[in-house]
């Protein structure tokens, strides 16, 4: 090959290198390797979105929830309420206080995104997939280690229980509180 056109196709794949990078408002793509980067995530009117870009527009108080599933085992639905919890390893998992005064797990899915950690007591938006499930005590002592809880309390946990969950393919985060 010649030195010109090493050089003219040298700087053809630098250029298509740094216009594929992501900013701050461009999806990035997260492996659990790469828990490092930042979530990727879309600034919209009144707050931030992770995964797939969603609106505030038809969600439904999470307190609805119950009465939508009625003797379904899932349905899919946008829901608004506040986030109560947040995996402090990475973001990688929520929680939102449902009708019965229980905790709804929110994953992500594919496991394809993260929430900032400091989302506690905010409004969320989460579409997806709603999910009764049996939760095996492995999970529930993941969870719990996750959430910061002592080993006593992980160790106490010895039976799986049956929830109420939640897989997102998209979270907004609102500015303002509801």
């Known amino acids: 090959m010649s030195k010109p056109f090493l050089l003219i196709a040298s700087v053809v794949v630098l250029a298509a290198c740094q216009s594929s990078s992501t900013s701050d408002n461009q999806a990035a793509v997260l492996t659990p ?3 490092e980067k ?3 995530s879309t600034a919209v009117a009144g707050g931030k979105t992770y995964g797939a870009p969603i609106t505030a527009a038809n969600a439904v108080p999470v307190a ?3 009465q939508l599933l009625g003797t379904k085992d899932s ?3 946008k829901l608004v309420g506040k986030a109560t919890e947040v995996c402090q390893a990475k973001g990688c998992w929520m929680t939102i206080a449902i009708a019965d005064g229980k905790q709804m ?3 992500f899915k594919d496991y394809g995104f993260f929430v900032p950690k400091d989302i506690s007591g905010k409004t969320v938006v989460i579409n997806g ?3 009764r499930e049996t939760v095996p005590v492995s999970d529930l002592r993941h969870y719990a280690t996750d959430a910061g809880k002592s ?3 992980v160790a106490a946990i010895t039976k799986p ?3 109420l969950n939640f897989e997102a393919d998209g979270v907004l985060v609102m500015e303002n509180s509801l």
């Open 64 to 66: 609805q929830l119950t």
């Open 105 to 107: 797990r929110v994953r």
């Open 161 to 163: 229980e049956q929830q």
């Open 38 to 40: 930042m979530p990727p």
């Open 75 to 77: 349905a899919q639905v």
């Open 129 to 131: 997939w709603a999910h």
């Open 151 to 153: 080993e006593k309390e």
């Open 33 to 35: 390797d790469a828990t």
